[in-house]
Structures are given as structure tokens and as C-alpha cells.
């Protein structure tokens, strides 16, 4: 298990103009296990979410989002190119149906130094009630 430092920054685009984002650097641990890499990290103050563990799952261009701790604050989600996810999203106000269509995932890790960089792109609907495109990069060094 290596110690490594993310950069995780995520833009969220309304009508196609950019309308949030939210960026902040975190310590977190990588582990590779069969081909699959792991990564863990603490959510913090500036997510909204300190309290939570999330965990990210890498293999090939697929991208697997989990987060546990806060009860209210579950979630997990799949990011595959071209690919419908639909599945719960738990909030403090209570669960929402979610559905993500990914558009783009890029998978620029290096295997051998356990650092590179993830970009996704991906549609995003919680109970038809929110709808936006949002843009998720996770830098790791």
C-alpha cells in the first residue's frame, strides 16, 4: 500500500455553461490488486461529506465510486464509456434515484509508479428532479 497525495477537482455545467467547482487535495492510500487499482481517501470539510471514506476502484477505462460512513451519505456509482448507471444516492434529506450515462473516462495512471491522472465526463440525473453534466479529475502523485 502506497501513501499518495490526490487532487481531486469536479466541475459540474448547467445548459452547457460552467456553474460549480468544487477542488481540494487530500492525502489518501493506492493499492493494486489483480490488475484493478484501489484508491482510498478521507472526504474532508470542503466535500460536504467529512466523516466518509470513499474508495475508487480502476481497471481498464471503468471507474467504480463507492463512499460509506455518515449514515445519509452512501453512495456508489460505475463510470463506463457509452454506459447507463442507475442506482440510489443517499442524502440527509433521504435517498434519490440517481442515473449517470458516462460519456468519457480517460485512464492516464502509470501501473509501475502509481501516479497519472483520471478524467470523466459523464450526465447525471437525480430523481429527474436535477440534471447536469459534470466533469470528475482525480490527479495522483
Known amino acids: 500500500m502506497k501513501d499518495i497525495t490526490l487532487k481531486i477537482v ?6 452547457g455553461q460552467e456553474e460549480s ?5 487530500t492525502d489518501g492510500k493506492l493499492y493494486v490488486r489483480k490488475g484493478t487499482l484501489y484508491m482510498t ?3 474532508s470539510e470542503i466535500s460536504g461529506m ?5 474508495t475508487l476502484r480502476v481497471s481498464g477505462d471503468t471507474v467504480k465510486m463507492k463512499r460509506s460512513g455518515l449514515p445519509g451519505y452512501d453512495a456508489e456509482m460505475l463510470f463506463e464509456k457509452g454506459k447507463r448507471f442507475t442506482g440510489t ?3 440527509p434529506y ?3 434515484g440517481i442515473e449517470i450515462l458516462t460519456n468519457y473516462v480517460k485512464n492516464d495512471m502509470d501501473m ?7 478524467d470523466i465526463k459523464y450526465a447525471v440525473s437525480l430523481d429527474g428532479l436535477a440534471e447536469g453534466t459534470n466533469r470528475l479529475t482525480i490527479a495522483v502523485s
Open 10 to 15: 469536479g466541475k459540474q455545467f448547467f445548459d
Open 50 to 54: 467529512m466523516g466518509c471514506k470513499t
Open 94 to 96: 433521504g435517498p434519490m
Open 21 to 25: 467547482q468544487l477542488e481540494f487535495v
Open 41 to 43: 481517501y478521507d472526504e
Open 112 to 118: 509501475e509508479e502509481l501516479r497519472g491522472e483520471i
Open 89 to 91: 444516492y443517499d442524502t
